[in-house]
């Protein structure tokens, strides 16, 4: 099984060894999984179209593509991610091999369960914003409240995505942040549904 995941940038490329470990617990044998980032946002409307049929077909096709875009994206494109998984299936049309996902409101809401992680990486004991991740939204969105307390911290430095989101996710089991986060769960799920393995309850 060869999926095909169109993720925003570094960040969620660096979530991919946590996915891979977390799945290979309940697989019996492992997808490979294609990460294809694009800077900044994932491609839209007809051009979203055109990348997944491509990825779809020739030689080199892929059994899958999932698209797996933030809600919050800097402009007004979408406005939860129910919305964003209507537009994504809307703009690539019927097509049973394509399964749009979306982070509500932005990646960082899947890291928010590991607060303690984030709270000695960063030195500062600021408390965690919410018990529903996927709840913190776009007047101060998840990467924000993480940029906050690194730059409050004595760890004297800013939240660097892909670093920090690696350092984060290290040794952690997925699980713990799907259990809070059904957005996640439902990624989670649409890999596990496609390699026939247990889903998440």
């Given at each position: 099984m060869k999926i095909a995941i169109l993720v925003e940038g570094k960040t969620e490329k660096a979530f991919m060894p946590s996915l891979r470990s977390f799945l290979n617990s309940r697989l019996q044998q492992m997808p490979k999984l294609k990460p294809i980032t694009y800077d900044g946002r994932i491609p839209k409307k007809d051009k979203l179209k055109r990348v997944v049929e491509n990825l779809l077909t020739g030689k080199e096709a892929y059994d899958a593509v999932i698209a797996?875009?933030?809600?919050?994206?800097?402009?007004?494109?979408?406005?939860?991610?129910?919305?964003?998984?209507?537009?994504?299936?809307?703009?690539?049309?019927?097509?049973?091999?394509?399964?749009?996902?979306?982070?509500?409101?932005?990646?960082?809401?899947?890291?928010?369960?590991?607060?303690?992680?984030?709270?000695?990486?960063?030195?500062?004991?600021?408390?965690?914003?919410?018990?529903?991740?996927?709840?913190?939204?776009?007047?101060?969105?998840?990467?924000?409240?993480?940029?906050?307390?690194?730059?409050?911290?004595?760890?004297r430095d800013s939240y660097v995505k892909p670093r920090d989101a690696k350092r984060i996710l290290e040794g952690k089991d997925l699980g713990v942040a799907a259990a809070v986060c059904p957005e996640l769960k439902a990624f989670i799920n649409t890999i596990l549904a496609l390699c026939v393995g247990e889903l998440i309850d």
């Open positions: 797996l875009t933030d809600v919050y994206t800097g402009t007004n494109d979408f406005i939860d991610a129910a919305d964003a998984k209507a537009k994504m299936a809307a703009w690539v049309g019927d097509n049973p091999k394509f399964f749009p996902h979306a982070a509500q409101y932005d990646f960082e809401a899947w890291l928010l369960p590991f607060w303690s992680t984030i709270q000695e990486l960063a030195k500062h004991n600021k408390s965690v914003p919410g018990n529903q991740p996927e709840k913190v939204n776009h007047d101060k969105p998840p990467a924000k409240h993480i940029q906050e307390i690194f730059e409050n911290g004595k760890c």
